[in-house]
């Protein structure tokens, strides 16, 4: 990816925390008489170009659905690849990571990943835990309702009988970020998909049909001039706003 479309992007706001649904890998492998598992190589590369271009443009945490509870079901064969890259991500990705000044954080349940997996998640976050810039959250195993339940489950131990939005917010997955200013879905799906459903109650949706392994610094400008032109009032009226968020 190139910055061409960073000077469009600086002098304006720039989301602290955008979400991404990487969608349509299969497909642009099928279109290219591909093996689907090299659309989803392809697409780790986007990803790695887009922590770049995000850190380069300020934005702060970026959370990424790489592996759903539901991608278990998925072929054996697609599975396993999938395991592979992560696991490379993991420990190749990450050491990359260290040296930009990334921090590296996986959300979901690790307990179905293999041993080595597990091992090079810990490795990964404990190498980045202490770095200052772009914080990637990569889901994985991950499900809104399991994280939902998960922080749930913790405050019955903590033996709560009534709980508040923030109870249940400190125990979700993604506790030390802000929530997502920007969700985009790739592939021309409309679907959440069940992922981030308790963080994403105010975030701006932007879905494209650009399949995830050609989305680049053009698609993702085109998503965040999209967000820069949305007015966010989480329930009040325009004339409420600043001026310089009042959008017309
Ligand atoms: C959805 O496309 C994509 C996935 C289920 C996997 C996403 C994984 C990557 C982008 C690889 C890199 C990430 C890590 C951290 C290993 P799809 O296969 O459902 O596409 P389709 O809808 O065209 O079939």
Redesign the pocket.
């Known amino acids: 990816m190139n910055s061409s479309t960073q000077t469009i992007l600086e002098h304006s706001q720039i989301p602290r925390h955008v979400a991404v649904i990487?969608?349509?890998?299969?497909?642009?492998a099928k279109k290219r008489l591909m093996p689907?598992v090299m659309?989803?190589k392809r697409?780790?590369t986007v990803?790695e170009n887009l922590c770049e271009h995000c850190s380069a443009i300020g934005v702060q945490y970026l959370t990424v659905f790489?592996?759903s509870t539901e991608?278990w079901r998925r072929p054996q064969e697609e599975v396993s690849f999938?395991m592979g890259?992560?696991l490379q991500?993991l420990d190749k990705q990450a050491q990359k990571m260290h040296r930009n000044n990334m921090r590296l954080k996986v959300i979901g349940d690790r307990s179905r990943f293999s041993v080595e997996i597990r091992a090079g998640i810990e490795k990964a976050e404990a190498l980045t835990a202490g770095n200052t810039g772009l914080t990637l959250a990569?889901a994985a195993d991950y499900g809104g309702r399991w994280d939902i339940l998960q922080a749930a489950n913790k405050l019955l131990k903590e033996g709560k009988t009534e709980i508040t939005e923030a109870d249940l917010s400190r125990h979700l997955m993604l506790a030390d970020a802000p929530e997502p200013d920007l969700f985009i879905r790739t592939?021309g799906e409309t679907r959440i998909s069940n992922f981030l459903l308790w963080q994403l109650a105010y975030t701006e949706f932007y879905f494209t049909d650009i399949?995830?392994p050609d989305f680049n610094v053009r698609a993702f400008g085109e998503a965040i001039e999209s967000y820069q032109k949305r007015e966010r009032r989480f329930g009040r009226t325009s004339e409420q706003l600043p001026p310089e968020q009042q959008r017309g």
Do not use: P, T
């Open positions: 990487m969608d349509g890998n299969g497909r642009w689907r659309g989803h697409g780790l990803l790489a592996f991608n999938l890259l992560f991500a990569i592939g399949l995830w």
